[in-house]
């Protein structure tokens, strides 16, 4: 059974580390599983309104887009970083707008932070088991002081350890694996 699974690019702030961390994602999990199709999903592309604000013109069709372009894969990975302990407040009001786009599909989380957004993740979640997702055990936690060079300054670079190749793999067995049989209770 081939899958489309989309890789949410969760940060929408200029200059955002989470670029090249989606990219790094996208490279490892198409190698591991050829047989679906992996894409970017970047939330910065889409004009969305906080939910319950009245949208303009260019936010209505933002909605849409938003809404056709996560119903039409079968599962998600959501790379996303950690500011106060939670997730970015663009990317929990975007999942805000949905519901029968991303219910009985299944979900997994990279997050990236100084403790590899390991909190903000946690409370997450709770949110989208609301939602009807399905979320995998297996997350991959990238921290500051292990997977990038210089963290924390303008020289910051991504320089993910190999070690989560093996949590990859994982990963990408649990999320197909629900993810197939979830396609057939939709
Ligand atoms: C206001 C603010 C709050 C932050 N809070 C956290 C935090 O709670 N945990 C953490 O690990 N990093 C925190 N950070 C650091 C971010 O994780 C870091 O800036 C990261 O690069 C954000 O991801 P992005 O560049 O993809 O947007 C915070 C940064 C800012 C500006």
Redesign the pocket.
Known sequence: MSLKIGII?????E?????D?AKWVLEKVQAIDTASTYELVDLKSFDLPFLGATPTESQIKGITSWSQTMSQYDGYILVT??????V?GALQNAFQFLKPEVANKALAFVG??????A??IVGFRAHLAYQQIALTQQQINLS?TSDFANP?TEN?TFTPGAWHDAELNLLVSQLTGWSKALKTLR
């Open positions: 690019i969760g940060s929408i702030r200059g955002r580390a989470g670029l961390v970083p950690e500011y106060n302990h939670v970015p990236y932070g100084w403790l590899g957004a909190r903000a500051f924390g910051q």
